[in-house]
């Protein structure tokens, strides 16, 4: 069986590298719309721009640091496996490790994007 769940963090991470890089993919076709936007209909680009200070789009934007910093965390994962084939005996604890590191600064930067909403 070729798509059978093996379990394991090693396949967790695999699945939510791909989830995260293709988010950051679909992050960069909206990015250049937007960009496109702002030359091609000024009034329209505001009105995204408006959105994106709205509640939906702070949130958009924090699921976006949370695939950015994911794929970037565990693509230094990856890389420092590679360079010490020897640490792959630790993949798990490095892996768990990278969620400690996800989670305070995710929380951290979350706390930035959503702040503006409730100062004003």
Do not use: C
């Not at 960069?28 to 509640?55: K, M, Q, R, T, W």
Request: charged share 10%.
């Amino acid at each position: 069986m070729l798509l059978r769940y093996r379990g394991g963090e090693g396949q967790w991470a695999f699945i939510f590298h791909r989830v995260s890089g293709v988010a950051v993919w679909a992050f960069v076709l909206l990015h250049v719309l937007d960009i496109y936007l702002a030359g091609g209909n000024p009034a329209l680009y505001d009105e995204l721009l408006a959105f994106y200070a709205s509640l939906p789009g702070r949130i958009m934007e924090a699921l976006l640091g949370a695939a950015l910093l994911y794929h970037a965390l565990n693509g230094m994962r990856i890389i420092v496996m590679d360079l010490w084939p020897a640490l792959t005996r630790w993949h798990r604890q490095i892996w768990y490790g990278t969620w400690v590191v996800f989670g305070v600064v995710g929380v951290t930067v979350s706390y930035f994007i959503f702040k503006p909403l409730f100062e004003g």
